[in-house]
Nanobody
Framework: VQLQAFGGGLVQAGGSLRLSCAASTRTFSSYFMGWFRQVPGKEREFVAGISWSGNNTYYADSVKGRFTISRDNAKNTVYLQMSSLKPEDTAVYYC???????????????????WGQGTLVTVSS
């Protein structure tokens, strides 16, 4: 499975941006999808996750109410709509796919089997 994330860029604080992640697999709907982010010198952190059907979504407390994750299984794509952006949202954003074995944590990077290359989001103050 190959994942390609795009849509990053420079945006002013308070602005919005939508990230997309396209997957090259016919079994996209069988993967739990997540978005993570990382800044230099820090660990990669969970941002949002979405279940196979899209019925269940999960968010980090820091983005809850501002970010929305969604997916289109017909297009093999997962999205991250980011609104009310803050300078502390500046990071490289990664999408990831997981088979999600029973008992695994959706917030752990080790749960995910495939990763995209990352797209940089810069929020200016």
């Amino acid at each position: 499975v190959q994942l390609q994330a795009f849509g990053g860029g420079l945006v002013q604080a308070g602005g919005s941006l939508r990230l997309s992640c396209a997957a090259s697999t016919r079994t996209f709907s069988s993967y739990f999808m997540g978005w993570f982010r990382q800044v230099p010198g820090k660990e990669r952190e969970f941002v949002a996750g979405i279940s196979w059907s899209g019925n269940n979504t999960y968010y980090a407390d820091s983005v809850k109410g501002r970010f929305t994750i969604s997916r289109d299984n017909a297009k093999n794509t997962v999205y991250l709509q980011m609104s009310s952006l803050k300078p502390e949202d500046t990071a490289v954003y990664y999408c990831a796919a997981a088979r999600l074995p029973i008992g695994s944590s959706i917030r752990s990077t080790t749960t995910y089997d495939y990763w995209g290359q990352g797209t940089l989001v810069t929020v200016s103050s």
